[in-house]
């Protein structure tokens, strides 16, 4: 049976896209049948218009003060029946209410490597802390933001001469690839949220070794190998 996913989303929609690009291609054994945004203005919107999905919004300024936004995008989103939710690039925080309605059930994507900044400006942050490696993540939604149990992640070099944008289009293109793929398990069932935890049901060998490893900044090609002197 095709599970029925709902997306969330505030922005741009290009992991939507990326999503539906799977879907279209075969590859994921189930059906965005629900966008829901916060913002009447999000283009990711438009992507959903053009896909023939039914789409709602919440919008968070006409809720503002009343304390009833909670309660309409629950609303929302139980109008999908969703088997499963995701988030992406949805810009608020969700009601811990919400969040335990549909646990196991609910996947964020997020442009770091967790637990390494959360919340937002991900990028400059990396930047700003030096750091050689940065991505991004797939995780299970609890209440605490950007910290639930982790699905996967998947890593991009920081390069000597990334500004803000360049290391952002890196990562993005590397989100494209995740989501899709992560949202195809759930779908099989090949990864579940039980007693807290992730757990991996692949039925077939996973690809794994050193050579798998990302090294950055990359040793210049005519170093010699270190690892072939060494015993393993
Ligand atoms: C992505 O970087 C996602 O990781 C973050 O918000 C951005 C949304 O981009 N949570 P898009 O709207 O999918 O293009």
Redesign the pocket.
Known sequence: MLARITVL??????????LLAAIDAGGIDGSVTHVVSNRPE???LRIAHAAGIATAVVDQRAHAGAGTFDAALGAAVSQGEPDLVV?????RVLAEGFVSAHEGRLL????SLLPLYPGLHTHRRALAAGVRVHG?TVHFVTPEVDAGPIVAQGAVPVLPDDDEGRL?AR??AV?HRLLPMTVGWFCRGDVALEAGRVRFRFSGETETGPSMALISPAPPRTEAPLSRSIPR
Do not use: D, T
Not at 9 to 17: C, D, I, P, V, Y
Not at 108 to 111: A, E, G, R, V, Y
């Open positions: 989303l505030s922005g741009r929609g290009s992991n939507l896209a990326a999000a283009p990711g988030l992406a690039g949805f810009m964020n994507i997020h442009p991004c952002a990562v993005l989100e």
